[in-house]
């Protein structure tokens, strides 16, 4: 079945830096790759999404990267603020299913 | 609109004991629901998700089962409780078939057994 590794676990950066965290997949067939923000105390939610057919995606201040040769993704936060701090979970959906698996998750800390 | 209800919030079980969490979706229909186990260092682990009524797939053997009496309600199980079934455990939905479907959480159950 599909197994995601997310790197690092936690990352601290200055307000204002930019944070990258990657995830591999081992599935070649998954398609979609969502990545989900979860502030303390709070619900995991669903920040941005990408299929596979894309090799990336922009919101705002966050995109996301896919490189399916390599199986890999990951998330680029630029202009990092305090309220950026939370953890970050990627997930992979196998082909033609309706669940996702998710990575071990980042602990991102943003320093003003 | 949707709305995703756990219950209960917390819970203190000892071991051996028997557990019961349930899961309710307001506002859709014929969702896909989902279990997930959330333990320090292991992220998001996929217990049970359910594509209809009386459909239940298991992602890790252990020691939980998982039912869906009604459209609606999800519920997680267990006859007899162990310490590593200590965790934050959440509900999720979503809607449609195929990929590309978000998911929504529920707000979760923190169990501890003692």
């Known amino acids: 079945g599909e197994n995601v590794e997310q790197h690092p676990s936690t990352l601290s950066v200055q307000e204002g830096d930019s944070a990258v965290i990657k995830c591999t997949y081992s599935?070649?067939?998954?398609?979609?790759f969502p990545w989900y923000k979860q502030e303390l105390g709070k619900r995991p939610q669903l920040i941005i999404d990408i299929r596979s057919n894309v090799g990336e995606k922009k919101d705002q201040r966050i995109a996301v990267t896919l490189n399916k040769t390599a199986k890999h993704f990951s998330l680029h936060i630029t202009e990092t603020q305090p309220e950026d701090s939370a953890v970050y979970f990627c997930?992979?959906?196998?082909?033609?299913?309706?669940?996702?698996?998710f990575g071990t998750g980042t602990r991102l800390q943003v320093f003003p | 609109s949707q709305t995703i209800h756990q219950w209960p919030a917390t819970l203190v079980q000892p071991v051996g004991s028997p557990l019961s969490l349930e899961c309710t979706v307001e506002g859709t229909s014929n969702p896909n629901l989902y279990w997930y186990r959330q333990a320090a260092g292991r992220g998001l682990q996929l217990l049970f998700y359910s594509v209809g009524i009386g459909q239940i797939s298991s992602e890790v053997p252990q020691n939980l089962s998982a039912s869906r009496p009604q459209d609606r309600q999800f519920i997680l199980s267990s006859k007899k409780l162990l310490l590593s079934d200590s965790g934050f455990y959440l509900c999720a939905w979503s809607v449609g078939s195929g990929a590309y479907n978000e998911q929504f959480f529920g707000p979760g159950t923190r169990l501890t057994v003692l």
């Open positions: 997930a992979a959906s196998p082909y033609n299913t309706d669940k996702l698996i």
């Open positions: 599935d070649s067939a998954s398609n979609y």
